[in-house]
């Protein structure tokens, strides 16, 4: 059973920057498809990047682009979201997420849909104040 435990929120004023990781222990395939995902309250999931572990490849969500960077280290097993330039609009619970079923060469990696993701972290929070 995969597990997943997130690290690296906190509350950083606007401009600022913060460093997620995503520590992953318990599955057996070579690759997965891996994701960042976000909550802000009253509002609905959504994907903010997602990364193909056997290939490297990567899709971000367009509010996003530009400051945001996911990667990994197979070695630690850990998955990194690296927030930028952070707006209040980012305020929100940051949660990681698996899901074995990659697709050809990872094709369904690029999905930032949280419903295409089975396996989720706890979550950690981010705030920023402007």
């Known amino acids: 059973q995969v597990q997943l435990v997130e690290s690296g929120g906190g509350s950083v004023q606007a401009g600022g920057s913060l460093r997620l990781s995503c520590a992953a222990s318990g599955y057996i395939q070579d690759s997965y498809c891996m994701g960042w995902f976000r909550q802000a309250p009253g509002k609905e999931r959504e994907g903010v990047a997602t990364i193909y572990t056997g290939g490297g490849r990567t899709n971000y969500a367009d509010s996003v682009k530009g400051r945001v960077a996911i990667s990994q280290d197979n070695a630690k097993n850990t998955l990194y979201l690296q927030l930028n330039s952070l707006k209040p609009e980012d305020t929100a619970m940051y949660y990681c997420?698996?899901?074995?079923?990659?697709?050809?060469?990872?094709?369904?990696?690029?999905?930032?849909?949280?419903?295409?993701?089975?396996?989720w972290g706890q979550g950690t929070r981010v705030t920023v104040s402007s």
């Open positions: 997420a698996l899901d074995p079923w990659t697709g050809p060469a990872g094709a369904y990696c690029y999905s930032l849909r949280s419903e295409d993701y089975n396996s």
